[in-house]
């Protein structure tokens, strides 16, 4: 990748992080005013005002958002109100956890979808086939909330082998990371299949065959390769996904991630929360991109990102 590719992407990504914060300023206050959150209802006016006053609300939209983006320049998002931080320093916090989170399901979903597409792709047609078919039609049409509960039901209040919620040692990871392990699995096997079916049946397999090339790497060299671009494509959109965070999954389990700390953020009007989150995942979004530009360009030889 040439340093001019990502100075032109860099460029783009400035100017779309601009407009989606410039976006989420004059959304978030669409919530309400959070003095009425924060402060009793029989809380004088005086205090009010006070309040207002040390928010920075007292001042006319225009200028509040003159002073907001010269403190973005800085990467000063405020502080937050319900955590009293800054509020980058807690998103900062939660998007390890989330990033963590999305990478472990996102690879488990990834590696078994070629392993499992393959094995379909070279059985078209058959039984095996069709229960892959069956099996990754569901896991992809499956609500995430709905496993998540189901997950609760049978494997932490029936079974009590995992815990309902929380966070701490591998046992915690177990639930999330299956609810968002089932869509990405399914959707990627009917991927993977669908290019493999299409690659095994290319000139390019039919001659390595007829030089006498082994069947196993014919099928797992030759074709995956090939089979493998489309996929790589769709995981890096999935993965942009999982960035913002499995913000119902989180929710669900009372996972410590940045998807959850934004739901709570936009629930509790804290404006510097959901601010500094949304920055934070927009710019994980834009290296996301990046790198599978780089691994498409490193599988296809044909490919060249300048």
């Not at 309400?32 to 205090?47: F, I």
């Not at 896991?139 to 709905?146: H, I, K, L, T």
């Not at 959901?274 to 994980?284: D, E, K, L, M, N």
Request: proline share 4%; charged share 15%.
């Amino acid at each position: 990748m040439s340093f001019t590719f990502f100075l032109k992407r860099a460029a783009f990504a400035a100017l779309a992080l601009a407009a989606l914060m410039t976006s989420a300023f004059f959304l978030v206050r669409l919530t309400g005013d959070p003095v009425n959150l924060y402060l009793p209802v029989d809380a004088s006016d005086a205090a009010r005002e006070a309040m207002r006053v040390r928010l920075g609300l007292d001042r006319s939209l225009p200028w509040q958002f003159l002073d907001w983006a010269g403190d973005m320049l800085s990467l000063d998002f405020g502080t937050s109100l319900w955590h009293n931080r800054p509020a980058m320093d807690v998103v900062l916090e939660a998007l390890p956890n989330t990033l963590a989170l999305g990478a472990i399901a996102l690879t488990l979903a990834f590696v078994a979808a070629v392993i499992i597409g393959s094995i379909a792709a070279v059985n078209a047609g058959g039984w095996i086939d069709r229960a892959v078919n069956v099996l990754s039609q569901a896991a992809a049409s499956v609500p995430d909330f709905w496993l998540g509960l189901m997950g609760v039901l049978l494997f932490a209040v029936t079974l009590r082998i995992l815990p309902t919620s929380g966070f701490g040692g591998p046992i915690y990871w177990v639930l999330p990371v299956a609810c968002l392990f089932a869509r990405p699995f399914g959707t990627l096997v009917q991927i993977v299949r669908g290019s493999m079916i299409e690659a095994l049946n290319a000139t390019f397999v039919r001659t390595a065959r007829a030089k006498g090339a082994r069947s196993g790497r014919v099928t797992f060299v030759h074709a995956l390769r090939n089979a493998l671009l489309p996929a790589v494509t769709v995981t890096g959109d999935l993965a942009a996904q999982f960035a913002g965070g499995g913000g119902v999954v989180e929710v669900v389990f009372g996972f410590p991630g940045i998807g959850k700390l934004l739901i709570d953020g936009i629930l509790k009007r804290d404006f510097a929360i959901v601010q500094a989150s949304i920055f934070a995942v927009a710019v994980v979004i834009f290296f996301i991109n990046i790198l599978v530009d780089m691994l498409y360009a490193s599988i296809d030889p044909r490919v060249r990102v300048e």
